[in-house]
């Protein structure tokens, strides 16, 4: 496929473009660390949208498509991985920060000097 690109990085492209709706530069600048020029930016992006049969009237439209997937099956993979990564290590994070689950909030009283303004 593309040799220079993992799955994840192929996956955030996707998700970038189809979920969130950002330019091809954008992605381009932000996600593969390529420059992209004001004229004439985010062909490599293209390039990878192009393989997977993604066209311009698919920008942002993951969310609104109909039950019967519209995207080739690939697209649907590296989505769902990206997905299910992206959980657990939300997941793991929360279990290194709060290996417990104890209550994140705390009550504090604060005596606080009231009228020192007039005194000034």
Do not use: C, W
């Not at 390039?47 to 019967?68: A, C, D, P, Q």
């Not at 793991?92 to 005194?119: C, M, W």
Request: charged content about 30%; aromatic content about 10%.
């Amino acid at each position: 496929m593309f040799k220079n690109y993992d799955d994840y990085t192929l996956a955030l492209v996707l998700k970038a473009y189809l979920f969130h709706g950002k330019s091809h530069r954008s992605i381009q600048k932000e996600i593969l660390n390529i420059p992209a020029p004001a004229r004439g930016g985010g062909f490599k992006v293209m390039e990878i949208l192009h393989f997977f049969n993604i066209k311009g009237e698919h920008k942002s439209t993951y969310y609104n498509r109909v039950s019967e997937s519209i995207f080739d099956e690939r697209v649907e993979h590296l989505l769902k991985e990206l997905s299910e990564a992206e959980e657990m290590a939300e997941k793991d994070l929360e279990n290194n920060i709060n290996p417990k689950g104890l209550d994140t909030s705390k009550k504090r009283f604060i005596a606080t000097r009231v009228y020192q303004n007039k005194l000034r």
